[in-house]
């Protein structure tokens, strides 16, 4: 069975930084697409970086050169980096997961929620101003 668990979520003043985690079981794990998305009552759920089975990232306008992707394939583990954080950035955070795929980060962070199979159960992120 496909699992995902996340951790890290909190809340930080503006400015501040967070680092999530999202730990994988039941697949390959580095064969696989993930991603991070977020979500506020009331809006769609939004794609924030994905990163593909190369390695490669992409990552939403909203965060770029603010976010950073990791992993760590010896442990299972995405991580997501935040720093400079806003007040906008606060939602529930999701991670996802599509495996086995070998779609692009790019293509991956286009195709919106749809295209994943697995989900966590999502951290919550609190920024204040």
């Known amino acids: 069975q496909q699992q995902l668990v996340e951790s890290g979520g909190g809340s930080v003043q503006a400015g501040g930084s967070l680092r999530l985690s999202c730990t994988a079981s039941g697949y390959i794990f580095a064969a696989s697409v993930m991603a991070w998305f977020r979500q506020v009552p009331g809006k769609e759920r939004e794609g924030v970086a994905v990163?593909?089975?190369?390695?490669?990232?992409a990552y939403s306008d909203s965060v770029k050169g603010r976010f950073t992707l990791s992993q760590d394939n010896t442990k299972n583990t995405l991580y997501l980096q935040m720093n400079s954080l806003k007040p906008e950035d606060t939602a529930m955070y999701y991670c996802a997961a599509n495996a086995p795929s070998l779609m692009p980060a790019i293509q991956a962070l286009a195709a919106g929620a749809d295209e994943y199979r697995v989900w966590g159960q999502g951290t919550q992120v609190t920024v204040s101003s």
């Open positions: 990163i593909d089975s190369d390695g490669n990232t």
